[in-house]
């Protein structure tokens, strides 16, 4: 069993950065891939980054080259570094974890999630 807590959340301006992170509960966290998902009002669930048990990294082409995606297995946290950020980067993020190799992009293949943190950028 894993519990998922983010934070790091808040309102930006355009532009601006935040750094999600997402801490874990388990000794084994390091053994599972871990995501980034966003859901904005009225939309499905989207993936934003993933991250494997080996450091593999794997972005959504919406947030590629803005937002960096990086592990820490010593403090069982996920960070998501989120830089340039825009308008339409306005959404609840999630961080979940799926017992899996490799990376995995699919919610339906994420095990277990957190309840979420709220990214508001304004114009």
């Known amino acids: 069993q894993v519990q998922l807590v983010e934070s790091g959340g808040g309102l930006v301006q355009a532009g601006g950065s935040l750094r999600l992170s997402c801490a874990a509960s388990?000794?084994?966290?390091?053994?599972?891939?871990v995501g980034w998902f966003r859901q904005a009002p009225g939309k499905e669930r989207e993936f934003s980054a993933a991250?494997?048990?080996?450091?593999?990294?794997y972005y959504a082409d919406s947030v590629k080259g803005r937002f960096t995606i990086s592990r820490d297995n010593a403090k069982n946290t996920v960070y998501l570094q989120m830089n340039g950020l825009k308008p339409e980067d306005t959404a609840v993020y999630y961080c979940?974890?799926?017992?899996?190799?490799?990376?995995?992009?699919?919610?339906?293949?994420?095990?277990?999630w957190g309840q979420g943190t709220q990214v508001t950028v304004s114009s």
């Open positions: 388990g000794r084994t966290f390091r053994r599972y891939a």
């Open positions: 979940a974890a799926a017992d899996v190799y490799g990376l995995a992009v699919r919610p339906s293949f994420y095990d277990y």
């Open positions: 991250i494997s048990r080996s450091d593999s990294t």
